[in-house]
């Protein structure tokens, strides 16, 4: 563990799990890190984002809350 509290996990253990991000959870008597999948492997198939800027996103939150308060 380095001084952040981040975790090493050698990387022959990740090649053999074909992970690289790991959640963690607290069970009982230690803790369980279970392979997450990678999020670039989505990238690409629900189609193009439908936002591309912080500020559209903001836009539209705006515009739902107001739909919301009609």
């Known amino acids: ?3 952040s509290g981040r975790v090493y996990i050698p990387a ?3 090649r053999r ?3 690289r991000r790991f959640r963690l959870r607290l069970v ?3 803790i369980l890190l ?3 999948d ?3 492997a989505y990238y690409g198939k ?4 439908r936002y591309s800027t912080v500020e559209e996103i903001e ?4 515009d739902a809350a107001q739909v919301g308060l009609r």
């Open 59 to 62: 836009r539209a939150l705006e």
């Open 28 to 30: 009982e008597g230690g």
């Open 12 to 14: 022959e253990i990740r």
């Open 38 to 40: 990678d999020v670039d």
């Open 17 to 19: 799990v074909k992970a």
């Open 46 to 49: 629900f189609g193009p984002a």
């Open 34 to 36: 279970e392979p997450v």
């Open 1 to 3: 563990m380095d001084g």
